[in-house]
């Protein structure tokens, strides 16, 4: 095997794109084959997006449709935005597999079908009545039945194996197979593999030779008539890595302490899909971060409030009910006026939920969540890498103005990865912490915990070990400047009003929304507006709108309180507002009472993203446009 | 143990400008004082000092402290300690808390801060009656407490703090009674002392809603026939005339026998280092309730490492094997290419 694949019994079809989902039992590693399918092809140069979707349960009987797991990667030779509506492949481990997922793929896409699997009592377990590969069902597909079990057991014996073990490496043997298939160079993942095995020789070995019996497979077997390749895309030069939404959440919050000067305390309660921000902050304790695994979701957020008096970065992760749990919490810290960042990884709801699909229905929770008027800054990551630059921008509000910040990023980003264009270290954004000083010689003046910076409205942050700076907090109502217990209801107006116009002050401090209108700003007859992870699905589906000769503008919002100062005014701009959200319409509620515009809310609650197609699709019908006489000019893909 | 550098202070030094507002002859003053009046004697700094409380009338205690505080939510305070007593191990951190507050709604962050062995000293005013919500029955109100909520009597089974935090891996666990300003003070001092959480509950009167609650053992008349001092390598006896003993039955069971009867050698020894706490639990069984002959003194002191230290300690390992954190190499770590122009 060489990295530049040449199969000479092969002709091979070049493809500018490809979608392909791996599928199988919850224990078949899909979600490793198909995140170490994705690593290889981003290292070869192609833009890739992933969807994994896999079930709440961590080992639901095997050969169960509720135990069925999956991975979805998306691969092309130019940008893109989305894992892709449909895969045109589907790997299928066993017939759960496929029953669950074939009514995804695309008219005759392809099916590479573990046959081994495909036994009678696991027909039954998935359902079918008859076997699908013999029944005629799957005509319209193209269908490779391959025995991956068999052979993988065969490499394995080779290795000195135990049969039952030797099982267990299929999903190398269907990466292996898959990596040929698309041309995929092999040395990463063989270096992958003995990295991530190194511990264990013998289960290093199977995996290896199970993966180059699948490579091998397709190269020998006379069963695929070409191999594909998707040549790297034209991406911004620079240097790239492979990340998902929570891990580049967790590197901005070490990027952000680190350059604030401030050490990070992380208080959490492991919950899904947020336990892996706990997990890889705990990781880095030689960039001096402090975890707390916590007793429970409120001693999560308290000992990050702890900290934050002390004068650390404190921090509390969650998702689901863990957020509801918080709120009392955040509310205290409303009152402190102390910097903290909540990050919700939104789940469905309500309740238990989904617990590992995705949603964005904590938005008007992160707004209103909380007894009292308690205002909170949101923020909201777009994309798997923007959760790096988000949970920095969190850490910027928190600390500038002395609030708790809520970050909202959701399961499809927290577990998503995209190719992530480093950025310049040295040139990331650092703020200053601004301590209050120790009073010098003759300041006979008593210290004010809440007197304000005139500009910000912040109070000071004066932390414990300062001499002359001896003062108390509590969730009692402050008087204005000494922050002294008060009761009385002049003093408590006026504080809710400061609290209330300092979040609001924040808004001096942000960017213009950026409106994408081809022909320059308000020139669109509709303007699609979004926030958080629908944009990938958003700017594709405009995309494809664009393709059809017609115009649309799209806009999308990092910050939801306060808005971007120029918002009104970019919706006031546009005929009709469209405003796409994977809840019952909540920022369409909260434009709709802020600017007094006839926004429309496009809505979509399955625990799954939103397709390109049904963004588009919901644009043709605000444009009154049919889709059958304004065919795309060229195929555009998402 | 005094730093020659930390200024000498008096009790008005750590007394805050604010109007203490507890009812007049609340219990809660004398604990106040006692604290005031030890804190120049244990070579601290005020703003080294920090006071958590939680919500209730003990919970206020922050804000009559001249030192850094923080009146929190109810219940949480030793979560809130806990998170700055970690990343600020140069702190002094105390948690005044209350009946409600530790065992009610905050019971969870209390047996965690314990099992943790948090650096903190915890002060838990138990007077067995919810006073800031007016008089509803506390979780260590007595069976039958007839309160508000309660008019038929309580039906629930009180918990006893000292055996709560001895079963929560407690390493220091103490009793001490607010009529008794010099107890409070050496009980204090040793709770101070303490690497790693410290327990202390302190008997507190009530006088609007429980009052006298513990009379029949504090009050001055009361206290040798019905507070069984604990001493280190002391035997454990008590009375005017320390005629009564606690002595071991065969069935493991610790109960009061007249030294006389039994003789000075069959009276049990007191050893707050027991590595087991079984002995210690004992011994917080042997009264009932504040009602007949109860053990006041140190329960329990034993050394385990304590949270903060330990954390910080992973943190230097970390920081020794893999160097200072480079933000570089961080976002390097996951393997990367290059995309040429």
């Known amino acids: 095997m060489s990295t530049t ?116 009592r696991s027909l039954e377990k998935a359902g079918y009545a008859s076997n699908p590969l013999t029944d005629g069902s799957l005509a319209s597909y193209t269908v490779y039945e391959v025995p991956m079990t068999s052979l993988t057991m065969e490499v394995g014996k080779e290795a000195g194996v135990k049969p039952r073990d030797a099982e267990r490496s299929k999903n190398f043997f269907a990466l292996g197979l898959v990596s040929w298939l698309y041309s995929r160079p092999v040395e990463p993942t063989l270096e992958w593999i003995g990295k991530r095995f190194a511990a264990d020789a013998l289960v290093l070995d199977a995996n ?121 919490s955040i509310g205290l810290a409303v009152s402190l006026e102390l910097p903290l960042v909540v990050v919700d990884i939104q789940r469905g709801g309500p309740s238990t939920g989904l617990p590992t699909k995705t949603e964005q229905s904590d938005l008007l929770h992160a707004m209103y969540g909380r007894h009292g008027e308690s205002p909170v800054p949101i923020v909201a990551a777009r994309t798997p890498s923007h959760c790096f630059e988000t949970a920095m921008e969190a850490v910027r509000i928190a600390v500038t103005y002395r609030t708790p910040v809520i970050l909202l990023s959701d399961g499809y980003l927290a577990n998503g990865s995209e190719p992530w264009r480093l950025p310049d270290v040295a040139g990331l954004p650092a703020v200053d912490p601004a301590f209050a000083p120790a009073p010098g010689e003759g300041d006979g003046r008593a210290f004010q915990p809440y007197e304000r910076d005139p500009e910000t409205l912040a109070r000071p942050w004066a932390v414990p070990g300062t001499p002359g700076l001896e003062h108390r907090i509590g969730g009692l109502e402050k008087a204005d400047g000494s922050g002294d217990v008060s009761y009385d209801p002049v003093n408590h107006e006026r504080m809710v009003h400061l609290r209330a116009k300092k979040v609001a002050g924040i808004a001096a401090s942000l960017p213009p929304v950026d409106v994408d209108d081809e022909g320059g700003p308000g020139s669109a007859p509709v303007l699609v507006l979004g926030w958080g992870s629908t944009y990938g699905a958003i700017a594709a589906g405009v995309r494809r709108i664009r393709a059809r000769g017609l115009a649309v503008a799209h806009a999308h919002l990092t910050h939801l309180n306060p808005f971007p100062p120029n918002l009104g005014e970019v919706l006031r701009a546009y005929p009709a507002v469209l405003v796409p959200e994977a809840n019952l319409g909540q920022l369409v509620r909260l434009v709709r009472a802020e600017f007094l515009v006839d926004a429309r809310s496009l809505t979509k609650v399955q625990g799954q993203p939103f397709r390109a197609a049904e963004i588009e699709a919901a644009i043709l019908e605000l444009l009154g446009v049919d889709p059958a006489t304004t065919a795309p000019k060229e195929d555009v893909s998402s | ?105 905050g019971g969870n962050h209390l047996i965690h801060a314990l099992r943790r062995n948090v650096d903190i000293t915890i002060l838990l005013f138990n007077n067995q009656i919810y006073g800031l919500t007016k008089g509803q029955y506390s979780p260590t109100s007595e069976q039958g407490k007839v309160t508000k909520s309660t008019p038929f009597g309580s039906l629930e089974t009180p918990f006893n703090p000292i055996s709560l ?145 330990a954390m910080s300690r992973q943190l230097l390992d970390a920081a020794e094997r893999r160097g200072p954190g480079d933000l570089e190499a961080l976002l390097r770590s996951g393997g990367t290419w290059t995309v040429e122009s």
Request: one cysteine or more; charged letters at 20%.
């Open chain 1, 5 to 120: 694949a040449e199969h000479p019994r092969h002709q091979t079809v070049e493809l500018d794109r490809v979608v392909i989902r791996f599928a199988g039992d919850s224990g078949d590693g899909m979600q490793l084959t198909g995140t170490q399918f994705t690593a290889a092809s981003s290292l070869f140069g192609n833009d890739t997006a992933t969807l994994p979707d896999f079930p709440a349960e961590i080992r639901a009987p095997a050969g169960t449709l509720a135990g069925v797991s999956a991975f979805q990667v998306h691969i092309s030779d130019h940008d893109i935005l989305t894992p892709g509506d449909a895969p045109s492949v589907l790997v299928a481990m066993n017939p759960a597999a496929l029953k669950a997922n074939i009514g995804a793929v695309t008219a005759g896409g392809i099916l590479i079908v573990n046959v081994d699997g495909f036994d009678d």
């Open chain 1, 208 to 328: 290896t030779r199970a993966f180059r019996a699948g490579y091998n497979f397709g190269e020998t077997a006379e069963l695929f008539e070409s191999t594909y390749q998707v040549r790297p895309a034209p991406l911004e030069p620079g240097t790239y890595t492979n990340v998902t939404g929570n891990t580049a959440l967790a590197w901005g919050l070490i990027a952000a302490s680190h350059r604030a000067g401030l050490g990070l305390f992380l208080g959490s309660y492991p919950i899904t899909p947020a336990s892996d921000i706990l997990h890889e902050l705990s990781k880095h304790k030689h960039f001096g971060v402090r975890t707390l695994q916590a007793e429970d979701e409120i001693a999560g957020i308290g000992a990050a409030i702890g900290a934050a008096f002390g004068g650390s970065l404190g921090v509390t992760t969650t998702s689901g009910p863990g957020i509801d749990l918080k709120a009392e």
């Open chain 2, 1 to 105: 143990m005094t730093d020659t550098a930390v200024p000498v202070t008096t009790r008005k030094d750590w007394s805050s400008d604010q109007e203490v507002r507890w009812c007049p002859g609340c219990g809660d003053y004398s604990i106040l004082a006692a604290v005031q009046m030890l804190l120049p004697d244990l070579g601290v700094r005020r703003e080294d000092t920090v006071f958590v409380s939680g919500i209730g009338c003990a919970a206020r205690f922050p804000y009559y402290m001249n030192t850094y505080g923080m009146h929190s939510i109810h219940g949480r305070a030793p979560a809130i300690a806990t998170g700055l007593a970690v990343t600020r191990p140069d702190l002094d951190i105390w948690v005044v808390t209350g009946d409600g507050d530790a065992l009610s709604i």
């Open chain 2, 165 to 309: 935090a001895l079963g929560a891996e407690a390493t220091f666990v103490a009793r001490t009674h607010d009529m008794d300003r010099k107890h409070m003070q050496e009980i204090f001092r040793r709770a101070h002392a303490h690497r790693g959480s410290a327990f202390v509950e302190i008997y507190q009167n009530c006088n609007v809603f429980n009052d006298g609650a513990f009379e029949r053992i504090t009050g001055r008349d009361a206290r040798a026939e019905h507070l069984i001092p604990l001493v280190h390598g002391e035997p454990i006896r008590f009375g005017p005339e320390a005629e009564h003993g606690v002595v071991a039955s065969p069935d493991g069971r610790l109960r009061i026998a007249e030294v006389a009867e039994v003789g000075e050698e069959a009276i049990l020894v007191h050893d707050e280092q027991r590595e087991d706490p079984g002995l210690a639990f004992a011994l917080s069984r042997l009264a009932r309730g504040p009602f007949e002959p109860t053990p006041i003194g140190v329960f329990r002191a034993v050394d385990r490492p304590e949270y903060g230290e």
